[in-house]
C-alpha cells in the first residue's frame, strides 16, 4: 500500500481549512449586520415578534454557518428603508429530498416546514429532546384528545406519550436508543405533571465542575458517563426534587409521517430483548437551547435499580440480576417437591407400616 | 369398629374464594412471565392480550383478597385465632412442625398437629399464611396497582424509590408465591391419600376415620381420636357427620 506523507496532504488541508474559515468569517460577518436588529428588542420589539432571533439559538444551527443572505438574497444594502420585502428560500431548494418524502406523507397536507421548523433555531435530531418534538405536535394536536384516542388500544396511552417522541412510532425512523435527561419538579407543584426538563439555568444553578453541566453526573470529565457515576448521582439527584427520566428516540428521522401497521404490536418495543437495550445517552441542556448528549457506560438502561430508577419498559429493560434472583427463589421452592418428595418415596414403606 | 366421621371443615365462601385466588395466581403467573419475557415466551398471541389478561386477573385476585379479609375480619371473625402464630406456635410450634415435616414424616412418625375447623393450621402455615396473606399479597396488590397506573401515580412511585424498585419488588413477591404455589400443592398431597387435602377444598368436608386415626396427616385438619372427641363434644350438628 502505498504510503501517505502527511507532509504533502498538509497544504491541501491547511487551504479547505482556510476556505472553510473564509466562508464561515464572512457569513458570520453578514450575519452580524443583520442581527445587530434582529436580535436587538429595543428594534424589533412584540408587535413584529415574528423578526426577532434569538442570536444564541440561531448560532449553534447549520443555517447560522450558510448565513443570512443565502436564504434571503434579494436583501438591498438599503434594507430596511428600500420598501422591498427581503425574499425567503424554499426549503424544498436545499432539502429536496426530504420535502419530496414529507410531501408524500400523510401529514403532508397538513402543515409546512415552518410550522413546525424554524429555520433559525433548527437543531440535528440529537440536539432536540423528545418533549420539544412532542410540543411542536401539541401545537396542533390537542394532548388530551391524542391520549383519548391512543388509550382506545395502547395500555397506560398517556405513559406511552410521556415516553416517546411521536415521531419514533409515526415515522419509519430506525435505531432506536434511551436518551435520558433530567427534569426538576417546577415549584409550587406537586403533581406527576409538573416535572419538566431542567433547564441549562436551573443545572449551572448546582455549581457543576468548572461550570460544565455534563460534569453534574460526568464527574471525572470522560466525556462517557460510567454506571457508577450515574448511580451516585440518582443517590444525589432525590434530595434536589430532580429525577431523571428516559424517552426512546430514534437515532435518524425520516419525515415518512404514517401511521405503520407494526407499532399496533407492543412486541416491536417491548419484545425486543435486553440485548436492544445496551445503548443510551444522557442529554445536558445547553445555554442556546438544545441538547448536548454523552454516551452512557452500555447496559445501564438495565441496572437492577439506581442505573435508571424511574426509567423502565416492560419485557426489554428487565434486569438479569433479578432474573436471577427470582430463579433463586423459585428454585427453592421447587426444592420442596423434588427433596422431600424423593425422600418420600424412599420412605414409604416406613409409613404403611403405621 | 371402624367409624368414619366427616368435618365441615372449610366454609363455601372460603372454598369459592380460594379457587378463585388459585385461578387468579396461576393465570397472574404466567401472563407474567410472559409480559417479562416477551422475546422468549409468547403465549397469549399479542403482548397486549397477556397485559390485559394480566390486569384482569390482579383486579380479581385483589377483590378476592378484599372479600377474603371482610369475611375473616368482619363476618367469621376467625382471623387472628387461625393466621396469627400464638406465643407457643413460635416458641416450639414452629420448630415442632418442621422437625415432622422433615425428619418424623420419613420414619412414619405423628403429626403433632391435629386441626379443627378452629384451629386447622399447624404452626408452620400458620407462619407462612400469615407472610402471604398479610404481607406478600399485600404488597404485590399495593405494587400491581401502582403498575397499572404508572403516569397517574408517579408521585407515589417516586415516593417509594421509583420504577425499577417497584418492578423489582413486583417481580421478587411474584417469584415467591411461584415458590410457595409448588410447595402449596405438595404439602396438600401429604394427607392420607394423595387428593385426601384437596377434597375438604372442594365439597368443604374433611374424611375423619377414628379406628385408624392417619398419624401422617397434615394439618390440613385431619382429625385424630383426641381431637374428634373435643369435637364431637363442642362442634355443632352442622359442622359433623357420621357415616
Not at chain 1, 311 to 317: A, D, K, L, Q
Request: contains cysteine; positive net charge.
Amino acid at each position: 500500500m502505498k504510503k501517505i506523507h502527511a507532509w504533502k496532504t498538509l497544504p491541501l488541508v491547511l487551504m479547505l481549512a482556510l476556505l472553510s474559515f473564509s466562508a464561515a468569517s464572512a457569513a458570520d460577518t453578514a450575519n452580524d449586520k443583520c442581527l445587530s436588529c434582529h436580535s436587538n428588542r429595543d428594534i424589533i420589539n412584540k408587535s413584529n415578534e415574528r423578526l426577532y432571533l434569538d442570536p444564541a439559538k440561531f448560532a449553534v444551527t447549520s443555517h447560522s454557518a450558510i448565513g443570512c443572505n443565502t436564504c434571503h438574497d434579494s436583501v438591498t444594502a438599503n434594507h430596511p428603508t428600500d420598501g422591498f420585502k427581503p425574499s425567503k428560500a424554499n426549503c424544498k431548494d436545499c432539502h429536496a429530498t426530504v420535502q419530496n418524502e414529507y410531501a408524500a406523507s400523510i401529514h403532508g397536507s397538513k402543515a409546512s416546514c415552518n410550522d413546525c421548523h424554524n429555520p433559525h433555531e433548527v437543531k440535528p435530531l440529537i440536539a432536540v429532546s423528545g418533549s420539544d418534538i412532542n410540543a411542536k405536535c401539541a401545537k396542533c394536536h390537542n394532548l388530551g384528545k391524542i391520549i383519548k384516542s391512543h388509550d382506545k388500544w395502547l395500555p397506560q396511552a398517556d405513559l406511552h406519550i410521556d415516553a416517546l417522541p411521536c415521531v419514533t412510532c409515526h415515522t419509519s425512523s430506525k435505531n432506536y436508543v434511551i436518551t435520558m435527561s433530567i427534569q426538576k419538579r417546577q415549584v409550587g407543584n406537586t403533581s406527576f405533571g409538573d416535572f419538566k426538563l431542567a433547564k441549562f439555568n436551573e443545572l449551572a444553578e448546582l455549581n457543576p465542575i468548572n461550570g460544565d453541566i455534563s460534569r453534574l453526573i460526568d464527574k471525572n470529565g470522560d466525556r462517557i458517563i460510567s454506571l457508577k457515576e450515574l448511580r451516585d448521582f440518582n443517590y444525589e439527584v432525590r434530595k434536589k426534587d430532580m429525577r431523571l427520566w428516559g424517552m426512546m428516540m430514534p437515532e435518524v428521522a425520516t419525515h415518512s409521517f404514517q401511521i405503520l401497521e407494526n407499532r399496533w404490536d407492543c412486541s416491536f418495543c417491548h419484545a425486543s430483548g435486553p440485548k436492544a437495550m445496551q445503548k443510551s445517552f444522557m442529554a445536558f441542556p445547553d445555554i442556546s437551547g438544545g441538547y448536548t448528549r454523552l454516551e452512557v457506560e452500555s447496559g445501564a438502561v438495565l441496572d437492577i435499580l439506581y442505573g435508571t430508577p424511574d426509567f423502565y419498559m416492560m419485557g426489554s429493560t428487565r434486569s438479569t440480576a433479578l432474573n436471577i434472583l427470582g430463579a433463586m427463589i423459585i428454585a427453592g421452592g421447587l426444592m420442596m417437591p423434588i427433596g422431600h418428595g424423593t425422600l418420600r418415596f424412599l420412605t414409604r414403606k416406613n409409613r404403611k407400616e403405621h | 369398629m371402624k367409624q368414619t366421621e366427616y368435618i365441615y371443615l372449610t366454609p363455601m365462601p372460603v372454598r369459592i374464594w380460594h379457587w378463585l385466588n388459585a385461578f387468579g395466581i396461576v393465570t397472574l403467573i404466567i401472563t407474567g412471565i410472559n409480559i417479562r419475557f416477551p422475546d422468549i415466551l409468547n403465549i397469549f398471541g399479542t403482548y397486549k392480550a397477556a397485559i390485559r389478561l394480566h390486569n384482569t386477573a390482579g383486579v380479581v385476585v385483589s377483590i378476592s383478597y378484599t372479600l377474603w379479609l371482610i369475611y375473616y375480619l368482619f363476618i367469621a371473625g376467625t382471623l387472628a385465632k387461625l393466621y396469627i402464630p400464638t406465643f407457643n406456635d413460635i416458641k416450639t410450634g414452629i420448630i415442632r412442625q418442621v422437625f415432622f415435616y422433615f425428619f418424623q414424616y420419613f420414619k412414619g412418625g405423628p403429626n403433632p398437629h391435629h386441626g379443627t375447623p378452629d384451629n386447622k393450621f399447624n404452626p408452620m402455615q400458620k407462619a407462612a399464611y400469615l407472610v402471604i396473606m398479610l404481607v406478600l399479597l399485600p404488597l404485590v396488590i399495593f405494587s400491581g396497582a401502582l403498575l397499572m397506573y404508572v403516569a397517574p401515580l408517579r408521585e407515589v412511585i417516586l415516593v417509594v424509590g421509583g420504577i425499577k424498585t417497584l418492578v423489582g419488588a413486583h417481580f421478587l413477591i411474584a417469584c415467591c408465591f411461584c415458590a410457595f404455589l409448588f410447595v402449596h400443592i405438595y404439602l396438600a398431597t401429604l394427607g392420607h391419600t394423595p387428593l385426601a387435602y384437596f377434597k375438604p377444598m372442594w365439597d368443604g368436608w374433611e374424611k375423619v376415620e377414628h379406628a385408624h386415626a392417619d398419624p401422617h396427616g397434615d394439618s390440613h385438619g385431619t382429625v385424630h381420636d383426641e381431637a374428634s372427641d373435643r369435637n364431637r363434644v363442642a362442634g355443632s350438628p352442622a359442622t359433623m357427620k357420621t357415616v
